[in-house]
């Protein structure tokens, strides 16, 4: 049997500190992930059973929740018109660090059946950071699930980094949004 030698906390670093303090909340992390569910296609069909017995995400510490200051995940599932574009920006920044972006079917990775249509845009990533996409039309529920621990490996392996992107790539981020939607601001009773 292996032994680990104990290390006195005296002679740690502070960055050492830091980096065991970051993977203890990254175990934790990867195994309590919430979602916002942002459905506006039919691949959202595939979330009822993966939430019920059958697949029970639940089992995995995944759970839906109803505020963009609660979620670790924002699930984007079906397409994106200019106008949900906006307040899909709007919600991803309301949400607390690190966060995660899962999307669903092939609407947010090309467009899919609305590839050519003037109101709907056909890659999300040049809008806001993707950590995993789930590719079909519409995806199954076992390609969901699997989708979901994609991005818990990718947690535990430090590569879902698109939080870190957006802060490092803001400038691009910004001017892509800013190309398509004229300014990103929300004008409604809400906002004003």
């Known amino acids: 049997m292996k032994s680990t030698k104990f290390t006195p906390a ?3 670093s502070k960055a050492e500190i830091d980096r065991k303090w970051w ?5 934790f992390r990867r195994n309590s992930l919430w979602m916002l569910m942002y459905c506006t296609g039919c691949c959202a069909i595939e ?3 993966a939430m019920t017995s059958a697949y029970d995400m639940e089992r995995l510490g995944m759970g839906p929740m109803a505020t963009p200051r609660q979620a670790d995940i924002l699930l984007v599932s079906g397409y994106l018109s200019l106008k949900t574009l906006r307040r899909l920006i709007y919600t991803y920044e309301q949400m607390s660090e690190p966060r995660y972006v899962v999307a669903l079917g092939s609407c947010p ?3 899919g059946i609305y590839h050519d249509s003037h109101a709907v845009i056909n890659k999300l990533d040049q809008y806001i950071p993707v950590d995993v996409y789930v590719a079909g039309c519409m995806p199954n529920t076992e390609s969901v699930m699997n989708g979901f621990v994609d991005l818990m490996d990718q947690i535990k392996r430090k590569t879902a980094v698109g939080w870190k992107k957006y802060h490092e790539n803001n400038a691009w981020y910004k001017e892509n949004q800013k190309t398509s939607l004229g300014e990103v601001v929300v004008h409604d009773e809400f906002h004003e």
């Open 23 to 27: 993977e203890v909340g990254d175990f």
């Open 109 to 111: 990775i090309n467009g």
């Open 47 to 49: 979330l009822p059973p």
């Open 10 to 12: 005296s002679k740690l």
